[in-house]
């Protein structure tokens, strides 16, 4: 068998070459039409939303312009009016909601036997809430020491705390206590637990 090739111009297989081109030219061409669609798609994306950028700022400076015709429109002393009418209304329903029962309840529970209560007198506080100023009359300190316990330990007093003590003339402890109540936390005590 003769192992040389005896032509003048050998034959080369190249048809796996010129496959391979041609697929190699398709995969340019269908990358190059994606990019090119989605330069197209994203210039369109670009300028609508550019379009539509513009016209928000503008409908924005717009609107601030009404807003600063308005405020100069409104009489601040209106304004002050009207938040005083709403903060009597807030306080009012603030009261209405108060159950003085339920106070009352507790203060029986927690009230020791040497210790009578004089007066309460409630007030809100914005940032405090109910605050309550009660006056109590005792035999000696340890007596309005163990009504402050009695009434923290029921979780619907906080800060208590004296504000004034002196002693009358028939040698009772007046003593000033203010309290922040909390009416929906804890629970009255039973009466049995709360003299000792």
Do not use: C
């Amino acid at each position: 068998m003769i192992r040389t090739n005896l032509s003048t111009r050998p034959f080369y297989n190249e048809r796996v070459v010129h496959v391979w081109l041609i697929a190699l030219a398709l995969a340019v061409v269908a990358g190059t039409a994606f990019n090119a669609s989605r330069v197209i798609r994203y210039s369109r994306s670009d300028t609508r939303l550019a379009t539509q950028a513009s016209r928000d700022e503008s409908r924005a400076g717009d609107l601030r312009k009404q807003a600063a015709a308005l405020r100069a429109s409104v009489d601040p002393r209106q304004v002050d009016f009207a938040t005083a009418d709403a903060r009597q209304a807030n306080d009012l329903i603030d009261r209405r909601t108060f159950s003085w029962t339920e106070l009352f309840n507790r203060f029986e529970t927690t009230l020791p036997d040497d210790v009578r209560i004089t007066s309460v007198r409630p007030r809100v506080d914005r940032d405090r809430g109910i605050i309550l100023s009660v006056t109590v009359s005792a035999k000696g300190v340890d007596d309005v020491s163990m009504f402050i316990d009695n009434l923290e330990e029921t979780g619907a007093f906080a800060n208590v705390r004296p504000t004034d003590e002196h002693i009358d003339d028939t040698g009772i402890l007046l003593s000033t206590l203010e309290a922040e109540y909390i009416p929906s936390a804890g629970k009255p005590a039973g009466r049995s637990g709360a003299r000792r």
